[in-house]
Nanobody
Framework: VQLQASGGGLVQAGGSLRLSCVASGRIFSVPAMNWYRQAPGKQRAWVAD???????NYADSVKGRYTISRDNAKNTLYLQMDALKPEDTAVYYC???????????????WGQGTLVTVSS
């Protein structure tokens, strides 16, 4: 299983970006999907998650500005980021828990990261 993240870039404060993460390979189910981010000099931090049923959760720092969503048919995860702030600058990583068959427990996989830079 491989995850490919895309959509990062340079944006001015107040702007928007949409990140995508596509999973490929042998996939039976993906019960949970997450976005994390790692700012310069800081540890990786959880941003948002969404389950198969679609219930999202957000870190307080992004609540009301970010929207996580998923397309189960395409094994794709999205993160719509609005009202971006300079402190949102980070490498964003997608994370998925994937079962390759009905007999396998979910395993964690990570994308390669995509850089988001917000200028003031």
């Amino acid at each position: 299983v491989q995850l490919q993240a895309s959509g990062g870039g340079l944006v001015q404060a107040g702007g928007s970006l949409r990140l995508s993460c596509v999973a490929s390979g042998r996939i039976f189910s993906v019960p949970a999907m997450n976005w994390y981010r790692q700012a310069p000099g800081k540890q990786r931090a959880w941003v948002a998650d969404i389950t198969t049923g679609g219930s999202p959760n957000y870190a307080d720092s992004v609540k009301g500005r970010y929207t996580i969503s998923r397309d189960n048919a395409k094994n794709t995860l999205y993160l719509q980021m609005d009202a971006l702030k300079p402190e949102d600058t980070a490498v964003y990583y997608c994370n998925m828990y994937v079962s390759e068959s009905r007999y396998q427990s979910p395993r964690a996989y990570w994308g390669q990261g995509t850089l988001v830079t917000v200028s003031s």
